[in-house]
């Protein structure tokens, strides 16, 4: 079997995380063809193109979509457009990636859901495909034992954004991915007005349906880049840094009964410390194609826990207290 991938949307994100990945992934699997790519902005597209190894750059998507009649598209596009585009995409039966949050809100999110029922499709959570994550995942499920507490301390700095919940979704699919579905959460907000409309310290507390209780900070103009989890069970504490800002090389320490066993690297999973592979991008794009190629169930869409963490974005932008969900 072989398969077409298209990109749309050819910014940062794209650049940064997607297209390294696809150029990487198709380099190490001939079946795979990067045929185009798709923005606004020609000369970002031919950039793109040249930079990663697609074969041809467009400015409409559907356009593309006519002329190339892709097997997968990868769509990376300024938040108001991700539920209108990845719904086009969809109505055409075109396996499809879709960059975080899946929509503006909770209702544009189950617009995709509705679209995407017999499509498969992921949500680019990308924080679920670390290597260190899944690392993580795989030492405490070894352990045996239930997860007590949880902690994200999500740090960033010069953040003025007037809605800061589409970049802290990331910290709350992130602890979900480690301690399953939400119950409830409390929610407590340090306005800074005099920096800006709708600035804020975040800070959840909530109970997993495991009974887990999670601690989430997100502090966007603290003087540091970082994300680092907490997980305590009885008798063992996990501490996983990702690969950014401070913590750029990332590493995952446990400890048991006092005594530290082990403290892994992200170096020792990737050598080349690329980030686009220590901060997930790589695995969530080549986890889908390696489904889409063996005829697999694709896994991560908008069923498989993408609903609460955009309920949770909701609750915040409109400065509630409390929700069950």
């Known amino acids: 079997m072989s398969l077409k991938i298209v990109q749309v949307g050819c910014g940062y994100m794209a650049g940064a995380g997607h297209g390294p990945s696809l150029q990487l992934y198709a380099s190490q699997h001939p079946e795979v063809e990067l045929a185009a790519c798709c923005d606004i902005n020609l000369e970002a597209a031919q950039a793109f193109a040249q ?28 938040v108001p457009l991700t539920a209108p585009m990845a719904i086009q995409v969809m109505r055409r039966g075109i396996p499809i990636i879709l960059e975080k949050p899946p929509g503006a809100n909770i209702d544009q999110a189950m617009q995709i859901l509705e679209a995407g029922k017999n ?14 994550m899944l ?3 795989k030492r405490i499920e070894q352990v045996g034992q239930p997860i007590s507490e949880i902690r994200c301390d999500f740090l960033r700095h010069g953040r003025y954004d ?6 802290a979704i990331h910290g709350i699919d992130a602890v979900q991915a480690i301690g399953g579905a939400y119950s409830e959460i409390d929610f407590m907000y340090r306005e800074w007005p005099e920096k800006g409309k709708g600035v804020a310290h ?15 900070s997100f502090m966007p103009i603290s003087g540091c880049l970082a994300e680092r989890y907490a997980v305590h069970t009885p008798g063992h504490s996990f501490y996983m840094n990702m690969a950014m800002g401070m913590d750029d090389d990332g590493c995952l320490a446990h400890w048991q009964d006092g005594k530290l066993v082990e403290m892994l690297h992200g ?8 980030h686009f592979i220590t901060n997930g991008f790589y695995n969530e794009n080549a986890m889908f194609i390696d489904q889409l190629l063996k005829g697999e169930k694709v896994t991560g869409g908008m069923a498989e826990g993408a609903l609460d963490p955009m309920r949770i974005a ?8 409390h929700i069950k969900l």
């Open 51 to 78: 930079k990663f190894g697609f074969a041809r750059a467009y400015t409409d998507m559907n356009e593309m979509l006519d002329k190339e009649q892709p097997g997968m598209v990868n769509l990376a596009v300024p």
């Open 119 to 132: 499509v498969p499709h992921r949500v680019a959570f990308n924080r679920r495909y670390v290597p260190l």
């Open 135 to 137: 690392e993580l995942k």
């Open 162 to 167: 007037d809605d800061f919940s589409s970049t």
């Open 202 to 216: 975040i800070h959840l507390q909530g109970r997993m349906a495991s009974g887990a209780v999670a601690t989430l």
């Open 267 to 274: 170096r020792e999973l990737v050598p080349g410390n690329e």
């Open 314 to 321: 909701d609750a915040i932008r409109a400065r509630q207290s």
